[in-house]
């Protein structure tokens, strides 16, 4: 059943001709398309969405991140670079322990390299725990610059003097020195010796 169309005052009046041939429950309605620019605004969003995938999400392009990551490394990079050459001895690995902006920048590296084995909060994993006061192999804090370069023979303890250039491993040093004494949330039980305080090695 059809029932005549009403017809607003303010809409103009419809064009017979457009109007549809079903017909709802008595509800009738004209075919009238989109404007064009509405439409291509559409197409364009889609094909938008398309590439923007394609680029930041199956990997054609850098993602924010991957920006973010380049960014903070490059500038550590400038810094290492004005630090110039530094020493690895225990004198020095202890002063980078103080250094809280130091220690902040190799917390981000610990936590993407050696928190895997580590854990995080160097409380210890597939490898030993680093926050009490008992080491398998480092007997002082110069010690640990050797580790990291060379890595622990015959154990999965990596070389990473391929990755990391030398200003950079005696940060990394400081940083693991500085987790010593901290309170990681699942600490591995103790392996290897009780070793003297830091203390015992600052002039
Ligand atoms: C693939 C696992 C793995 C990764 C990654 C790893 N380690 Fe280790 N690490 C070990 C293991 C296992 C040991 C203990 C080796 C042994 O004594 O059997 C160890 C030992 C050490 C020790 C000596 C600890 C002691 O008790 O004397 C230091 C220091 C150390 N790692 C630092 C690091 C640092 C810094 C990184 C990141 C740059 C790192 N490790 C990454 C597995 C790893």
């Known amino acids: 059943m059809s029932h005549p169309m009403h017809n607003s005052p303010g809409l103009g009046s419809p064009d017979p001709e457009r109007l549809t041939d079903h017909d709802y429950d008595g509800i009738q309605e004209f075919d009238n398309p989109l404007p064009g620019w509405w439409t291509w605004l559409f197409v364009g969003s889609i094909a938008f969405s398309l590439a923007y995938v394609a680029w930041y999400h199956i990997g054609l392009g850098p993602s924010i991140h991957d920006r973010y990551e380049a960014q903070v490394a490059a500038h550590v990079e400038k810094q290492l670079a004005q630090l ?12 980078f322990v103080e250094r809280d902006d130091w220690m902040q920048a190799m917390g981000g590296i610990f936590r ?3 928190a895997q084995c580590h854990a995080a909060d160097g409380g210890g994993s597939i490898g030993p725990n680093m ?13 640990i610059v050797g580790i990291i370069r060379s890595g622990i023979p015959g154990t999965s303890m990596p070389a990473f003097g391929d990755r990391f250039r030398d200003p950079q491993i005696i940060l990394l040093a400081a940083y693991v020195a500085s987790l010593r004494n901290t309170t990681p949330a699942a600490p591995k039980a103790a392996e290897g010796d009780r070793i003297p305080p830091w203390s015992n090695w600052r002039e």
């Open 112 to 114: 993407g390299t050696c």
């Open 131 to 143: 926050t009490d006061d008992h080491y398998r192999w480092v007997r002082q804090p110069s010690d």
């Open 84 to 95: 110039g050459d530094i020493q690895p001895d225990n004198a020095t690995i202890l002063d």
